[in-house]
Each structure stands twice: as C-alpha cells, then as structure tokens.
C-alpha cells in the first residue's frame, strides 16, 4: 500500500498556496485552534488520564493533541518518558500538539519540548464498534517529521478505511537519540528516548483504544 492508497493528496498548486498560507499565519491554518465549546459537533472521551473533548468532521471523531506522557524539558531531558498528570473536568483535544524541536517545521508548526502528543480519527459512532486500531508512525529518518503534519492527517483512512487511526509525535534528532557517555545512570538510555516514546504512546493507545471505538 502507497501513500496515495491512505491518503488523498491535494493538487500541487493547492498545496503549495496552503503551505504559503499556513506560514504566514504562523501555522494557523494547520490547526483548529481550541476554540469550539460543547455543542452538537462536540464529542467527549474517557480516557486513562482523564476526560477529553473532540470534534465531528465529516464523519469522523477528531481528536487532536493528547498527551501521552510528561513534558520532556528540563529535568525530563534525555529521561525515558515520565506519566502524564492526570487532569480534572474535560481537556479540550481540538488542536495539535507541538512537534518536537527540529529544523524542518520552524516556521509551519509549533515546535517544543513538551511534545509527547498523539492525535485519534474514529469514524463516527465507532465507540461500540470495536473497529481495529492503527498507529501511524511518521517518517523522517527520526530527525525530522510529525505525526501532525498534513500528509499523516487520517481524516480519509478513518473514513474509508474504517478503522481508528492513531498518529503521534515522539522526540527527534539529538534529543531523542543522543548518546551521552557519563557516569551519570539517569541518562544511560538517552539514545534510544525517542524509542521510549513510541512505547509510551503505544501503551496509551493499548489502555484507551476501546474508548475511541477500538478492539
């Protein structure tokens, strides 16, 4: 399977324009800000950690930006990843999270530490349906890319593929897979952190698919 077999691509002049767009406006045009409220289009989740909203689009339950596990910065540098606090009352899951530190996103998406995020595309009354799960682990040669980019959105696989598509961010380049040779244990597997976080994220979804619609 070709990614024109997951993913239906918009012509190049259109893309082009979008990506014009998205980088003047900061990366806005690629997120749907946290702007919407409970409404009909409005859709919430109990998770592992706690309550999430997402949104109905075209069929599909979105939800975008979810964390899976703490913020990586500061004294969570170059540590396998630490739990995520669990949170009270409905966290609003209606924008992307940052990818992680990279050269390649500067200008087009948010880019931070705290980017243990992953995104859910169900189709719509998929929370009986125990549907089979998907992760999309995105490309990049684990130095650049986000499982938030345009090309990894799974709004179309969901839909017509039928099942729950999960994409994630995870750290990248030096702060995902540097090796540090110190007598200091804490950071003995620092080069393999960004594997960890694919764990982690792993371990998310195994907890939390049926919640989303997933066997």
């Not at 997120?31 to 409970?38: I, K, N, T």
């Not at 990818?99 to 948010?110: C, K």
């Not at 999960?166 to 594997?195: K, M, P, Q, W, Y």
Request: hydrophobic share 45%.
């Amino acid at each position: 399977m070709n990614d024109r077999d997951l993913y239906r691509r918009e012509p190049a002049q259109v893309a082009r324009r979008n990506l014009m767009k998205s980088m003047v406006a900061g990366g806005a045009a690629l997120v749907l800000g946290p702007r919407a409220q409970a409404g009909p289009r409005s859709v919430v989740v109990e998770t592992t950690d706690g309550r999430v909203r997402g949104l109905r689009e075209s069929g599909v339950l979105v939800f975008k930006g979810i964390p899976y596990a703490a913020s990586t910065a500061g004294p969570n540098r170059f540590l396998p990843p630490q739990p995520v606090a669990p949170w009270a009352g409905v966290r609003d899951a209606l924008a992307y999270g940052p990818s992680a530190p990279q050269g390649a996103y500067a200008g087009i998406e948010a880019l931070s530490e705290d980017c243990l995020a992953l995104n859910v595309f169900a189709p719509e009354h998929s929370t009986g349906a125990r549907r089979p799960v998907m992760v999309w682990l995105h490309g990049g040669g684990w130095y650049v890319g986000a499982g938030s980019s345009p090309e990894a959105r799974g709004m179309n696989l969901a839909a017509r593929g039928d099942v729950v598509l999960v994409t994630i961010n995870h750290r990248l380049g030096s702060f995902g897979h540097l090796l540090i040779e110190d007598t200091d244990t804490r950071f003995a597997d620092a080069a393999n952190v960004g594997v960890l976080d694919m764990i982690a994220a792993l371990n998310c979804v195994r907890l939390n698919a049926a919640a989303f619609g997933g066997d």
